[in-house]
């Protein structure tokens, strides 16, 4: 009768335990959301924009460094170079509903013909991997060494892929699933912008050794060929496009700057402690600084910071959701 006793209560303790490390708070529905993959403290944190209002974290214990949220507006997919499977979690329910068997090596993913398939860059393999929303793996292309980031160009169907280590740009044609030929880019480059009318990529970087980055520079799009330099000191390594502007993030100095097409500055304000992400949210600059541990709100006018937000240790990537 012990025994039984005690075989029953071990099981209760263990289910009691497993739901603890897998349910959370349930998001609600139908509400903007901004949160944050942070990579200290293993969590993800929740602001809902419209009631102005910090939800609760969810302390999913796993070093993710990413995500993105599926077209459903419900499936959030989490992944991380150190972990060998990619994660989706429903923010309405609140849990964990299934996973990839990706492996090792993922470090970034995009949301790819009108949100029809999803592109994983995969620095174990050195490739980029396409899958269905279904979790079906499509097709692998081989890229250059380590990739980082991931750019679309949707009207010529085209996907970029820039290597941290590698001063090669892979361009890959999203019809066939095959490689185009590439082009020659600077060294240690991290995050771009395409520029679709201009014809222009630009691209940021953290700079080699003891060399810091402090230019953006601007290739045209096509061929390859460097168009210019503008200035963005310290280590420019995120953009986001505005209202005929471009607002640079740079973590080195964190400087958040203000261009026009021509890369002229219109304004500059210095924001957060080492931050890394901008996304641009219901007209607003989101930016997460990843040593002070917070969100903050940007107006792209006049550049005052509207809101602060506490978030999680080490914010590295900011994930939206509109409602």
């Known amino acids: ?28 529905k139908n509400s903007s959301i901004i949160s944050t993959v942070n990579i200290k403290d293993m969590t993800i944190s929740f602001y809902d924009m419209d009631q102005q209002k910090k939800l609760e974290d969810w302390d999913v214990n796993r070093p993710y460094t990413g995500g993105i ?26 849990g964990k509903i299934g996973s990839w068997e990706t492996g090792k090596g ?11 398939e ?24 081989k890229s250059e060494r380590e990739p980082l980031t991931l750019l679309e160009a949707e009207s010529e169907r085209r996907l970029y892929a820039i290597s941290f ?11 066939t699933k095959e490689n185009l030929p590439g082009f020659q880019i600077h060294s240690a480059a991290a995050g771009a912008l395409l520029s679709q009318q ?12 003891s060399k810091a980055e402090e230019r953006i520079h601007v290739y045209d799009s096509e061929t390859g060929e460097l168009k210019k330099e503008i200035s963005a000191p310290v280590m420019p390594v995120n953009f986001v496009k505005y209202d005929n502007h471009i607002f640079v993030l740079s973590h080195g100095s964190n400087m958040l700057y203000k261009l026009n097409r021509h ?6 304000i210095k924001v957060g402690a080492n931050p890394f992400e901008i996304e641009l949210f219901q007209n607003k600059l989101i930016i997460a600084g990843y040593d002070s541990n917070d969100l903050y709100i940007v107006n792209p006018d006049s550049l005052l910071i509207e809101k602060t937000v506490n978030v999680g240790k080490g914010p590295f990537q900011i994930v939206t959701r509109e409602s």
């Open 1 to 28: 009768m012990k025994r039984t006793y005690l075989v029953g209560f071990v099981v209760f303790v263990f289910l009691i335990s497993a739901c603890s490390h897998e349910t959370f708070e349930p998001l609600p």
């Open 69 to 94: 949220i599926f077209p459903d507006d419900d499936t959030i997919l989490l992944y991380g170079k150190t972990i060998e499977t990619t994660d989706l979690y429903s923010l309405s329910k609140g």
């Open 106 to 116: 993922i470090v970034n993913a995009l949301l790819i013909l009108e949100g029809n």
């Open 118 to 141: 999803i592109a994983l860059a995969d620095q174990e393999r050195d490739s980029i991997r396409f899958f269905s929303l279904d979790g079906k793996e499509i097709k692998e292309v």
């Open 165 to 175: 280590n590698h001063k090669t740009l892979s361009i890959i044609d999203l019809n």
């Open 198 to 209: 201009k014809g222009e990529l630009w691209i940021g970087g953290h700079g080699v050794g």
């Open 263 to 268: 890369g002229e500055k219109k304004g500059a």
